[in-house]
């Protein structure tokens, strides 16, 4: 899994992903972007899910449903 920020200073998130996934290592790494809000959501269609800011243990669990369905566990805080 790569997270990414949706504020990164160089490029935009989705050029990122796309340029990720031309690496054949990574072509089906599921990607996830780091947003605020559901229009930075809307701006990276290319990624797999969203990581909602500021993180907590729900969100986190929802994002490691990408690598393992049904297996995602953290521990409660």
Known sequence: MVILSFG????????????????????????????????EVRH??????????PATADGLREVLELIRPGEASIPAT
């Open 8 to 39: 990164l200073p160089y490029m935009h998130a989705s050029e990122a992903i796309l340029r990720l996934r031309a690496i054949s290592c990574l072509a089906r790494t599921p990607m996830v972007v780091m947003v605020y809000n559901e229009s």
């Open 44 to 53: 990276v269609p290319e990624a797999d899910g969203a990581l909602w800011l």
